[in-house]
Nanobody
């Protein structure tokens, strides 16, 4: 079955950086776009970045210029590197893919930006 497992979250000081990773299995990874979302308590889940199967990328305005999404089709992983982190980036980060009409989500990884 489709599985998405995020890792790499943690506590980081303002101005720092993190690299999140999502390991995918159960589907032909190279043929699907992958997405990162994030959610703070009390807020809606918001889209962060996407990468197509052709490696085209798009970013939310909130992270544009300090975020890079990348994929390794050989390893079936999609990474999200964020720099210049600030407290507003604190959230649970999720990866997602859509196969047919079904959305698949990972369990999320917590990122906390605090001094």
């Amino acid at each position: 079955q489709v599985q998405l497992v995020e890792s790499g979250g943690g506590l980081v000081q303002p101005g720092g950086s993190l690299r999140l990773s999502c390991a995918a299995s159960g589907f032909i990874f190279s043929t699907y776009a992958m997405h990162w979302y994030r959610q703070n308590p009390g807020n809606q889940r918001e889209w962060v970045a996407s990468i197509t199967r052709g490696h085209s990328t798009n970013y939310a305005n909130a992270v544009k210029g300090r975020c890079i999404i990348s994929r390794d089709n050989a390893k079936s992983t999609v990474d999200l590197q964020i720099t210049s982190l600030n407290p507003e980036d604190t959230a649970v980060y999720y990866c997602k893919t859509i196969i047919g009409s079904t959305e698949y989500w990972g369990q999320g990884t917590q990122v906390t930006v605090s001094s």
